[in-house]
């Protein structure tokens, strides 16, 4: 079983930056697509940012020429670099993975989420 562990989330003032990390362990077989999905109070899961072994990356509109993801497939880690944060980027991110598929609109693994909290 694939375990995918978070890191770097916090407290920010809006304009601010954080870096997100995710490690992921114990896969046998190289994963296709990891990324990061956000969940804020009331409103149902969305994806933030994905992107494939092979260095193909998507992102939401909302967040667009603000967060770059990036990875390193020989550690099997995933970064979500956040410029620019804004209030409404307040949300719990979760770190997931796709074993097989290059998308992450089904997705085979999840983290446990790390806080992110933007001030005004």
């Known amino acids: 079983q694939v375990q995918l562990v978070e890191s770097g989330g916090g407290l920010v003032q809006a304009g601010g930056s954080l870096r997100l990390s995710c490690a992921a362990s114990?896969?046998?077989?190289?994963?296709?697509?990891m990324g990061w999905y956000r969940q804020a109070p009331g409103k149902e899961r969305e994806l933030v940012a994905g992107?494939?072994?092979?260095?193909?990356?998507n992102y939401a509109d909302s967040v667009k020429g603000r967060f770059t993801i990036s990875r390193d497939n020989a550690k099997d880690m995933v970064y979500l670099q956040m410029n620019g944060l804004k209030p409404e980027d307040t949300a719990i991110y979760y770190c997931?993975?796709?074993?097989?598929?290059?998308?992450?609109?089904?997705?085979?693994?999840w983290g446990q989420g790390t806080q992110v909290t933007v001030s005004s």
């Open positions: 992107i494939t072994s092979g260095g193909s990356t």
């Open positions: 997931a993975a796709s074993q097989w598929r290059a998308s992450l609109l089904s997705v085979d693994y």
């Open positions: 114990r896969s046998r077989f190289s994963i296709n697509a």
